[in-house]
């Protein structure tokens, strides 16, 4: 009774000396409620046992699963068949390095956007067990919240077409994440600190403001209005600088 | 960390911001220039006189002497800074081209657009200012000639949507880049500013048409 | 081969190994961690709801103190747990939770004045004090007598792992992630390491370390329904069965959820309960108020999960094409709460079901959660049987669940077991030194490239990895969930035996180049069985009713003879589990007595039998 979908994979295993990147076709009767979770897991299942993925929480909650679906980078879990047409074209997010068909290293590039974006609470002070915590905003601690849903999936990454151009670009995702601790009290870092880290071209300058990360962000982080202010934020810095006596 | 571990010091500068600014400022500076110049050069419409005073009055006040020049300048100022995100090589080229042909994106293919219409408005809009600035003072009649000549009345048939194509889609980007507009109002904008990109190129056409029936 | 060094090696990324690992480095220890996926990936990022310390700030949770918390914690247990552990777990909760804080968690906070708030579908007023504006808030979870539970909106998890893994980053803490560890190196004494493979390249790789730490979180996934991500699948509890000499506490206490939703298993948390979401039959009748007038929804997990079942056992499930299922109705909760505080639950709903529920219900049904049992450690989180392993977390028996964990405790154990066995490493780190020995290394390096060329070349036979799996999960859903009685056990146990006799003879369709997805379920299929088997075989074994483990043929409690903790190993060659016991718990600073909900007849220290 359901359709009769058929999806392009995109294949190519690099550890495989005879394998070449190509896409193979497979065909899925669509049944009630079917996400793309449960559509590859059937076809590896049923058809191909060689067929690289991702998937962790199947929930959208960890970002593992983030591929190119029909052209637009996307969470595979949250994407339910019937929201798309009978062809499904498949294909491994861009940017990042490929391990095989449509799984690649997300790991690292994060990691090491962690460590360029200083994404921790910087602050000289010890921890003291007995003191009571120190007291925030709810509403400031909703804020924050709001910017640390990221589950760093990449897809603001894949979809960005400066990214794609220029490899040190940090994207979307580390503005934001700096944008989240700009945000945090207890982070003691100032606008010099801030300005050192995305004040550049690879950093808050080097946006074009394509926006593509905002339009595909499965979150929905506000990533345009935080690319906005980190800008005006990070130019009235340079201009204090600028006219500041020496 | 207590111990800071870092070798080197990179000392603060602020190039990136202060040139994505001039960026910004310049481009801005050249929209309000063409909005002016177009609204301008339509003056024709309400009579050969009517731009005819207009011309003379910045002719006699040197405005056009000298801010001709000046808008030449920021045009290759812009170009230059501008210049800095447009994709030389061809590798960046086809990356972005494949990119954007994947997703299907507005805004990426605006930006496309964007850069694409610059190389053509730096070449045109380069003769196109020597013609006018050299051949001074502007009268309806003389531009109606050149129009007549059929050769300028391509040229411009070409250069005005580039034109307006770039400028329309420059006042959108300086909009949500600096978060002039927030995501919310994204949406309207982007219309209200379709609109005003498809208003201008219309007068601008109003305008040729109205050169190419104007006896000289 | 490539071989690692480490003083602590952890093996898990998620909240437990992370924070161990930061206890190491922070004493200046050099700690690796491996992990199958990215480690903020990790499943702790999944749990919504919240994490229990009794800090008391808010108006519903006033007074609250860590006696009450640990009489909450011991009573959920079904006294099943270590009360010297469950001391040690509240009384350093509070800390924690504040040391996340200092960390940077933006834990939601006290708004003075009044607010509603439902309770069983009736709305209710408190009253925040002025004073406490800006400590940190708590909310109502299941089984608790204070509002104890601190929250992130519906992404506690989630904040809790990015934050510890933004210190791993911080420290310069390495992490290998999609490493999977494969074996752990041992002579039968002493453990000093593992052989693990590379999910990027399908390479084998050694790391040697003077202490190993298992932390690999819940093993869900030997389920067919399950809440837990498809990387549950046990890799650590089958690497320290396969060691014959480290026990496995407690395989029976598996926990079900009432709330997952049909079809896709994905969890809607206990909040909605909590905040005053309720259940709702075929009639969209309104049922748990008759089965447990008091606590109605908010009653603990397994009791709610059980009538669930038993509802639907009544006929008064809904019908679907997945099945019988019940509905969850958040409606009355309104638009805005619904927008806000239980954002994540719209977000799935809308996602996963196409349902909006500010004006739909949702259907659920109870799903395998959370594996109480785990490897078997004291309470410094040593394991049983070998020097130098530890384990904390999911993974662990440390053991301050027993036979039933509250909502929001296994959070908190993450964190708290992290930092106490953390600080014990540390110091067993300082006085201690090992010789790591070459041919001890080789040899599993050896037995696991065998292993794996066993699966590649098909030399066993042709059995599909997928299927024996399937098989598997099918058998113990259908005969070791949450009814259970001696003759569906026996039969699961002879059935699963079977199963077993299968994944010996699994062999790959695929060539397994690379990281290949096959192999590597292919490779743990047969221990993912030896688990199973240990599940049904304990569940067989304990005839009474505890917590969780809930026998339709033997209904009591039954203090006499089962205030008790399995430990089960799995000697070489044998086809079954072997069962010990020890005494829950050594000191009974609450003795045995009635939970307060809940089915409540028990069989006394004495052998009398009390209530129904
Ligand atoms: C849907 C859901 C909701 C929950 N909600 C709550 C809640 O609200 N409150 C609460 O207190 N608790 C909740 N829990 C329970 C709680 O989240 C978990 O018990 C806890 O997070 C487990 O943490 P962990 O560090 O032990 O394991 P995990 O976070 O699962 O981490 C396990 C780590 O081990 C790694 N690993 C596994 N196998 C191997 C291997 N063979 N080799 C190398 N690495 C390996 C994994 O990659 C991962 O990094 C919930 C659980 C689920 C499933
Ligand atoms: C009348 C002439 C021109 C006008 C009115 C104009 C206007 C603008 C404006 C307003 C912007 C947006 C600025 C920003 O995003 O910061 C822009 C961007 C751009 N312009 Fe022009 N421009 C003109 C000529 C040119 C020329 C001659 C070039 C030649 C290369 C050019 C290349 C670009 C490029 C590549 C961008 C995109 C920059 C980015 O995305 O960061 N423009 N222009
Ligand atoms: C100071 C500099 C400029 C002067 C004095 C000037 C003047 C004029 C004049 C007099 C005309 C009428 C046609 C003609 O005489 O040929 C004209 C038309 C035009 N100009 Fe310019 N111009 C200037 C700069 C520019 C620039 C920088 C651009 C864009 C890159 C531009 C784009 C056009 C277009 C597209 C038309 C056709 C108008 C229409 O269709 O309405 N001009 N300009
Ligand atoms: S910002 Fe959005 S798209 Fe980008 S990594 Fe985070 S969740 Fe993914
Ligand atoms: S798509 Fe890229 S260019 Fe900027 S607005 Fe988003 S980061
Ligand atoms: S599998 Fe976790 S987000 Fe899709």
Same mark, same amino acid.
């Given at each position: 009774m359901g359709r009769q979908l058929k999806f392009h994979i995109f294949r190519y295993n +690099?550890? !495989? *000396?005879n394998s070449v990147p190509r896409t193979d076709d497979f065909y899925l009767e669509e049944t009630e409620s079917m996400t793309l979770f449960i559509a590859l897991t059937r076809i590896r299942e049923?058809?191909?046992?060689?067929l690289q993925f991702d998937f962790c929480?199947?929930?959208?909650?960890?970002?593992?699963?983030?591929m190119v679906i029909n052209g637009r980078p996307g969470l595979a879990c949250k994407t #339910?068949?019937? !929201?798309? +047409?009978?062809e499904i074209t498949l294909m491994p997010l861009p940017v990042f390095k490929l391990i095989g068909d449509l799984s690649v290293d997300t790991g690292t590039w994060f990691r090491s956007m962690n460590e360029k974006v200083g994404s921790?609470?910087?602050?000289?002070e010890a921890f003291d067990p007995d003191a009571q915590e120190e007291r925030m905003d709810n509403a400031l601690a909703e804020e924050i919240y709001e910017l640390e849903?990221?589950?760093?999936?990449?897809c603001c990454v894949a979809a960005c077409g400066t990214a794609n151009m220029r490899e040190d670009f940090v994207g979307a995702v580390a503005l934001n994440r700096i944008a989240r601790f700009m945000l945090d %009290?207890? !982070?003691?870092?100032?606008e010099k600190e801030y300005f050192e880290v995305i004040g550049t071209d690879e950093g @808050?300058?080097?946006?074009?403001?394509? #926006?593509a990360c905002e339009d595909v962000c499965p979150k929905e982080l506000p990533l345009q209005d935080q690319l906005g202010i980190l800008r005006r934020k990070m130019g009235w810095s340079a201009l204090k600088r600028l006219f500041r006596v020496k | 960390m207590a111990i800071d571990t870092t070798i080197y010091v990179r000392a603060p500068s602020g190039a990136s911001a202060y040139l994505d600014g001039l960026q910004m400022l310049t481009g801005a500076g050249l929209i309000l220039f063409m909005w002016s110049h177009m609204i301008l050069v339509a003056?024709?419409? #309400?009579g050969p006189g009517a731009m005819n005073t207009i011309a003379r009055f910045f002719e006699d006040t040197y405005m056009v002497q000298v801010g001709g020049p000046m808008i030449g300048l920021t045009f290759l100022l812009h170009f230059v800074l501008a210049a800095r995100k447009v994709p030389f090589r061809v590798e960046q080229q086809s990356t972005i081209w494949k990119h954007s042909r994947m997703l299907r994106h507005t805004d990426t293919w605006l930006w496309l657009v964007q850069a694409s219409t610059a190389m053509v408005i730096l070449i045109m809009g380069s003769i196109h200012m020597w013609t006018v600035l050299t051949d001074l003072p502007i009268t309806a009649a003389k531009s109606a000639a050149r129009i007549q000549g059929g050769f300028w009345l391509v040229f411009y048939l070409i250069l005005l949507p580039m034109v307006e194509l770039h400028v329309g889609i420059g006042f959108y980007r300086i909009a949500v880049k600096w978060g002039l507009i927030g995501r919310k109002r994204r949406k309207g904008f982007k219309r209200f500013e379709n609109i005003l990109t498809v208003i201008f190129i219309l007068i601008g056409l109003i305008t040729i048409v109205r050169f190419m029936t104007l006896s000289t | 081969m490539d071989t690692e060094l480490a003083d602590l090696l952890c093996i898990g990324a998620g909240l437990a190994g992370e924070r161990v690992a930061i206890e190491a480095a922070s004493c200046g220890f050099k700690a690796i961690c491996l992990s199958i @996926? %990215? +480690?903020?990936?990790?499943?702790?990022?999944?749990?919504?709801g919240g994490m229990q310390a009794?800090?008391?700030?808010c108006a519903m949770g006033a007074g609250d103190n860590q006696d009450i918390h640990f009489q909450d914690t011991v009573k959920g247990s079904d006294w099943g747990c270590d009360q010297e552990v469950a001391r040690l777990f509240v009384e350093t909760a509070p800390r924690a939770v504040r040391e996340m804080a200092f960390w940077g968690i933006p834990w939601n906070r006290v708004v003075p004045g009044k607010s509603a708030f439902f309770k069983g579908g009736k709305e209710y007023e408190k009253v925040e004090p002025k004073?406490?504006?800006?400590l940190i808030t708590a909310r109502d979870f299941g089984?608790?007598?204070?509002?104890?539970t601190c929250y992130t909106s519906d992404g506690t998890g989630h904040t809790l792992l990015y934050t510890m893994d933004n210190k791993v980053v911080e420290l310069g803490v390495a992490v290998h992630d999609r490493m999977e560890a494969i074996s752990l190196i041992h002579d039968g004494e002493t453990c000093t390491g593992v052989v693990a493979r590379c999910l990027k390249t399908g390479r084998l790789k050694a790391y040697l370390a003077r202490a190993t730490l298992i932390a *690999?979180?819940?093993?869900?996934?030997?389920?067919?329904?399950? *809440?837990?991500?498809?990387?549950? $699948?046990?890799g650590g509890a089958i690497i320290a069965l396969d060691t014959g000499v480290v026990p496995f506490g407690n395989p029976e206490a598996i926990q079900f959820h009432? *709330? &997952?939703?049909? +079809?896709?298993?994905i969890l809607v948390t206990e909040g909605c309960r909590g905040d005053g979401g309720t259940l709702l039959d075929v009639n969209e009748k309104r049922f748990m108020p008759d089965y447990e %007038?008091?606590?109605?929804?908010?009653?603990s997990r397994d009791v709610v999960s059980r009538w669930m079942i038993h509802h639907i056992r009544e006929g008064c499930g809904v019908k679907s094409p997945y099945g019988d299922h019940l509905w969850l109705d958040i409606?009355?909760?309104?638009e805005r709460h619904i927008k806000t505080k239980l954002r994540e639950v719209e977000e799935i709903c809308n996602n996963?079901?196409?349902?909006d529920p500010v004006t739909q219900l949702i259907p659920v049904r109870p799903a395998q959660h959370?594996?109480?049992?785990?490897?078997k450690t004291n309470k410094d989180g040593a394991a049983y049987g070998l020097k130098g392993l530890f384990s904390a977390g999911e993974?662990?028996?440390?053991?301050?669940?027993?036979?039933n964990r509250l909502g929001g405790n296994s959070l908190a154990e993450t964190v708290v077991a992290g930092k106490i066995v953390g600080e014990k490493i540390a110091e067993f780190l300082k006085g201690y030194d090992v010789q790591f020995k070459t041919a001890s290394v080789k040899d599993v390096a050896d037995r696991v490239q065998e292993r794996l060329e066993r699966r590649i070349s098909g030399k066993d036979g042709g059995e599909s990895a997928f299927e024996v799996r399937n098989a598997m999960q099918d058998e113990l859903m259908e005969r070791v969930s949450i009814f259970r009685n001696g003759k569906d056990l026996e039969k699961a146990v002879e059935n699963l035996q079977g199963i077993y006799e299968r994944s010996k003879r699994v062999g790959l369709r695929?060539?397994?180049?690379?990281?290949s997805p096959e192999l590597a379920l292919a490779l743990k299929i047969q221990g993912m069985l030896r688990l199973a088997i240990c599940v049904a075989y304990a569940a067989l074994k304990r005839t009474e009713s505890r917590g969780c483990h809930a026998r339709e043929d033997y209904e009591a409690r039954n203090d006499r003879d089962w205030l008790n903790r399995t430990l089960a190993t799995w000697k070489e060659g044998e086809d079954l589990p072997t069962l010990n016991y020890e005494p829950?718990? &050594?000191? #009974?600073?609450?003795? %045995?007595? $009635?939970?307060?909900?809940?089915?409540?007849k028990i069989i006394t220290r004495d052998g009398e039998t009390t209530g129904a």
């Open positions: +690099p550890e !495989d *000396t049923e058809q191909d046992p060689s929480c199947r929930a959208g909650i960890c970002g593992s699963c983030a #339910l068949t019937r !929201d798309l +047409p009978a921790w609470i910087h602050n000289d849903r990221c589950v760093e999936c990449g %009290p207890r !982070d003691r870092r100032g @808050v300058f080097g946006c074009m403001g394509l #926006l | 003056s024709v419409n #309400l | @996926v %990215p +480690p903020r990936r990790s499943h702790s990022s999944a749990a919504q009794s800090l008391g700030n004073e406490n504006k800006g089984g608790t007598a204070k509002w104890r *690999t979180g819940g093993y869900g996934k030997i389920y067919k329904e399950s *809440t837990n991500a498809v990387i549950n $699948d046990g009432p *709330t &997952g939703i049909v +079809p896709t298993n %007038p008091e606590k109605a929804e908010l009653a409606r009355h909760l309104g996963f079901l196409g349902i959370y594996s109480m049992g785990g490897v993974a662990s028996c440390w053991d301050m669940h027993g036979f695929s060539n397994g180049i690379g990281a829950a718990s &050594g000191v #009974l600073e609450i003795p %045995p007595g $009635d939970r307060g909900y809940g089915v409540s």
